[in-house]
């Protein structure tokens, strides 16, 4: 089992930045691919970057891609997003995820599918002022 606590949210203005925190307890996080996804009122939830479980290989949607960076610490168990130049369409609710599968324990490129993650935050709320 694995639970993932996020914090860092907040309210922020346009230009602004945060850096979300997602603190995972479990001794097999390592194995893990994590990815951050956020859902904004009406609309489905969707990814935003992943990591790998080695840390080696990331992802970004396009539309955060050159703002956003996520990184991990896999002694510590925690994963980070750090979200710069941010954009009153960055608002939503921001949830981090764990990828336990056989697939994302072996895979290079961690995948950016929600289905495929099977471990969720509780969500943290990030809201951007124009």
């Known amino acids: 089992q694995v639970q993932l606590v996020e914090s860092g949210g907040g309210t922020v203005e346009a230009g602004g930045s945060l850096r979300l925190h997602c603190a995972a307890s479990g001794r097999t996080f390592s194995s893990h691919a994590m990815a951050w996804f956020r859902q904004a009122p009406g609309k489905v939830r969707e990814i935003v970057s992943a990591?790998?479980?080695?840390?080696?290989?990331?992802y970004y949607a396009d539309s955060v891609k050159g703002r956003f960076t996520m990184s991990r610490d896999n002694v510590k168990n925690t994963v980070d997003l750090q979200m710069n130049s941010l954009k009153p369409e960055d608002t939503a609710v921001y949830y981090c995820a764990a990828c336990s599968t056989r697939y994302c324990r072996s895979t290079y490129y961690p995948t950016k599918y929600s289905y495929e993650y099977d471990y969720w935050g509780q969500g943290t709320q990030v809201t951007v002022s124009s």
């Open positions: 990591i790998s479980w080695s840390g080696d290989s990331t």
